[in-house]
């Protein structure tokens, strides 16, 4: 039996279609008031902290900054995306589904892993039915906001077969390296081909990674 570890944001949703206006609402909203300089952010800027746990994004984006106001903009920011999201806004990567229901045909237990939170799991399972494809779910804040390396240690005896772990940023890989799993490094999403060096194969299509997960199987 395949277990096969997908990392969500990156991955199969495409979350810059809600991260990017809401990170520059949540920057001006800090500029205006003083707390920060005022100015223009890239994409590249704002998608390099896609895939950080939100605690982790601000303590190093902004660790100037006091604590109480850092955590009302981490909570203003992810009530932006959520509003967005439940507004039609976000969306899975065009593939997405049929890859994702062809692997659990196919008899491949898939497993979301995903430094998100609680009430950003439940209201994607939602909108997007995203129980038609996962038997299993898990993200950071269940496990206190450790890196997804340990999470994977403490998942790991509950289940029964190998694992592959698929992702676009480092905590992904990071997480085979470290524990020994082959991986699948996805190009298309919003880590730098150095973060993905590591990985065994990198796919630049969510469409390729049917193919690739048997490859490394062969």
């Not at 593939?95 to 430094?115: T, W």
């Not at 269940?142 to 077969?161: S, V």
């Not at 065994?200 to 193919?211: A, K």
Request: hydrophobic share 40%.
């Amino acid at each position: 039996m395949t277990n096969l570890i997908f990392d969500y944001d990156g991955t199969i949703h495409n979350s810059m279609l809600t991260y990017a206006p809401a990170f520059r609402g949540t920057m001006k909203w800090l500029s205006d008031r003083g707390y920060i300089a005022d100015r223009e952010y890239t994409d590249k800027e704002i998608s390099y902290w896609l895939g950080f746990n939100s605690t982790d994004m601000w303590g190093q984006f902004h660790p100037e900054l006091d604590p109480e106001i850092r955590e009302k903009a981490r909570v203003m920011l992810g009530e932006d995306m959520a509003r967005r999201v439940e507004g039609g806004e976000g969306a899975l990567y065009d593939g997405a589904e049929e890859v994702l229901a062809d692997l659990r045909e196919k008899g491949f237990i898939l497993i979301f892993l995903s430094n998100c939170r609680f009430h950003y799991l439940e209201r994607h399972k939602r909108v997007f039915g995203l129980d038609r494809f996962f038997h299993y779910f898990y993200c950071c804040e269940a496990f206190d906001f450790i890196p997804k390396y340990e999470i994977f240690r403490k998942i790991a005896p509950l289940h029964e077969g190998n694992f592959i772990v698929i992702g676009d940023r480092f905590h992904d890989i990071e997480t085979a390296a470290v524990n020994g799993l082959p991986s699948i490094g996805c190009g298309y999403g919003f880590g730098s081909r150095e973060e993905l060096a590591k990985a065994d194969i990198i796919v630049d299509n969510i469409r390729q990674i049917p193919s690739a997960v048997e490859k490394l199987l062969s």
